[in-house]
């Protein structure tokens, strides 16, 4: 059975930072790109970050560019989304996704609140 389950998220102060993980099983986690999304209320679930199936490649939208470091432990079958200079304006709920081809899967989210 094929888990993603993301921890880390929580409440925030402006310039704080949050790590969040996800912890897949049930597939060959190494062989999926792994990916980063978050959705706010009332908005699209807009890309963060993906990373290919050796750690490299990563990408990221202008928005966390320099704050967000993306990153996976093939070992551990784990993905992390480093988080700094948190603003409001990225409180969402974030969600990781794996990719093999055309076969998707996701997580359930964590909420990330940045708040003063």
């Known amino acids: 059975q094929v888990q993603l389950v993301e921890s880390g998220g929580g409440l925030v102060q402006p310039g704080g930072s949050l790590r969040l993980s996800c912890a897949a099983s049930g597939f060959v986690f190494r062989t999926y790109v792994m990916s980063w999304y978050r959705q706010a209320p009332g908005k699209e679930r807009e890309l963060v970050a993906f990373?290919?199936?050796?750690?490299?490649?990563?990408n990221y939208p202008d928005s966390v560019k320099g704050r967000f470091t993306i990153s996976r432990d093939n070992d551990k079958n784990t993905l992390y989304l480093q988080m700094n200079n948190l603003k409001p304006g990225d409180t969402a709920v974030y969600y990781c996704?794996?990719?093999?081809?055309?076969?998707?899967?996701w997580g359930r989210g964590t909420q990330v609140t940045v708040s003063a």
């Open positions: 996704k794996a990719t093999f081809g055309s076969r998707n899967y």
């Open positions: 990373i290919n199936t050796v750690g490299g490649a990563s």
